[in-house]
């Protein structure tokens, strides 16, 4: 692989410009694009020809997706190198992740939440207010928590029924607002 057609540089690009804003490196987001729409895994050199970049920043930016787990290493036979593939079942990699992100974003933020109801509880005094906010916080990190604990052990197709019911579930629900 040398270049990328015209569109496959465009949805890599905007796959990269949609990663920064998600706060993934660029890069990252260039090199799991390419790999997603790879028809067979590549190495890194043929990596560094498609995106124009340099071999450290590929090295480096494969090593941050294969710990993320929506990419991984593989072998051809008869080539000694490494080469790359992303996940393509792309409900599994959206799984994967929510899994990172509530790892490394949610959980944190829920820990801290509790730490802070614990502070403040020694010394109330003048700490109601955000005692009563933190509390409410706490109890929509549980409940999105155990939500999302039932919600990613379903089947791929279970969640697009779901998700494609949209409306529906509401109106099952009787909610009229």
């Known amino acids: 692989m040398k270049t990328l057609s015209p569109v496959r540089q465009k949805f890599v690009l905007h796959w990269g410009e949609m990663g920064t804003r998600w706060g993934i490196n660029r890069t990252v987001a260039q090199i799991h694009a390419l790999l997603f ?23 480096n930016s494969l090593k941050e997706l294969l710990g993320w787990g929506i990419v991984k290493r ?3 036979l008869g080539d000694p190198r490494d080469h790359f593939e992303s996940m393509k079942d792309v409900w599994e990699m959206f799984r994967i992740v929510m899994d990172e992100r ?23 005094e003048g700490e109601e207010y955000p005692i009563r906010k933190w509390r409410e916080l706490a109890g929509f990190f549980e409940t999105t928590s155990a939500w999302y604990g039932v919600v990613r052990q379903w089947p791929s ?17 009787g909610v009229t607002d």
Do not use: M, W, Y
């Open 74 to 76: 593989v072998h051809l």
């Open 102 to 124: 509530k790892k490394r974003e949610f959980d944190p933020t829920e820990r801290l939440i509790r730490e802070c109801i614990a502070e403040a509880g020694e010394r109330p």
């Open 157 to 173: 197709r279970t969640l697009t029924r779901f998700i494609k019911a949209g409306d529906k579930v509401r109106k099952l629900l």
């Open 37 to 59: 729409i790879s028809d067979a895994p590549l190495n890194a050199e043929d990596i560094v020809q498609a995106l124009g970049v340099a071999r450290s920043n590929v090295s």
